[in-house]
């Protein structure tokens, strides 16, 4: 199936790096770039809907008018690039797009510490990671190249990885230059043994493409233990599965997802 990057822009600080660097990793994997904003249109409460329409398709043309220059000042004048920009809500258009027969992945910025809460308690990337039945990426401003060659994977036992989703995801990498690591953050005083099994098991149901390792972070020092293993650098992502703890829970918010993500270098992945 023919692949296809879902770039998400609004306009902010991080949509130039965003799409340097769907662009570069689209070359590497032959994918296809859809960039999509969603526009607001300000109108008079009173106003007919005739003129309330004229508005929108002024908003919507400017928009794109603005979206088509960002992107050509990055993008070569010769690459088929798709664009979306319409008041209609981000979450309809996504679905749309998504029930084309494509494997999709969706590429959106977060902006930084600073609106920690704000990608916790109803932002833009919250809603979509919610709300999307699809694999989501979400990434630091700072990476404008795709160069990643080190995969962390989070476990929990609650929520069980979708295999099927994580294979869909390493079908955008090259299997001979990667590398995974299974890990599970573990609270104080956990009972570790299942885990270990299912991390055990993972690496093995893997082993025969990448290059696999499993960790488990046990106790107060599990904060320190993982920044040994991810160190921020630019050739580390990782992938969280949707509804697991490591996107709710306040010891893995604080300590994992503040530390690496919105502080670091490292794009967070979130598997449907």
Request: one cysteine or more; proline letters at 4%; a neutral charge.
């Amino acid at each position: 199936m023919k692949k296809r990057f879902i770039i998400l822009i609004d306009f902010s600080e991080h949509s130039e790096n965003l799409i340097k660097y769907a662009y570069d990793w689209s070359k590497q994997v032959d994918a296809e770039l859809l960039l999509v904003h969603e526009t607001v249109v300000l109108a008079p409460v009173l106003i007919d809907n005739e003129s309330r329409v004229s508005i929108a398709r002024q908003i919507n043309a400017d928009a794109l008018r603005k979206l088509k220059e960002l992107a050509g000042q990055i993008l070569p004048p010769d690459l088929k690039v798709n664009y979306d920009v319409s008041e209609i809500y981000l979450q309809t258009t996504l679905e749309k797009y998504l029930a084309e027969p494509f494997n999709n992945l969706i590429l959106i910025g977060l902006k930084g510490t600073g609106l920690l809460k704000k990608i916790f308690m109803g932002s833009v990337a919250t809603q979509v990671i919610d709300r999307t039945n699809n694999i989501v990426v979400a990434m630091p401003k700072e990476i404008s190249s795709f160069s990643h060659e080190k995969i962390f994977v989070a476990i929990t036992e609650k929520h069980p990885l979708n295999i099927l989703e994580l294979n869909n995801f390493l079908s955008f990498y090259d299997n001979k230059k990667t590398s995974l690591c299974f890990f599970h953050l573990a609270k104080p005083k956990e009972k570790i043994k299942p885990i270990e099994k299912q991390l055990k098991e993972l690496s093995k149901l893997f082993e025969d493409r990448y290059s696999t390792t499993y960790e488990i972070y046990e106790g107060s020092s599990s904060f320190f233990d993982i920044k040994k293993v991810i160190n921020n650098r630019i050739d580390e992502i990782l992938i969280v599965q949707k509804g697991s703890r490591h996107l709710t829970d306040q010891f893995f918010r604080k300590f994992l997802i503040n530390e690496l993500v919105f502080e670091g270098q490292t794009p967070l992945i979130v598997l449907p």
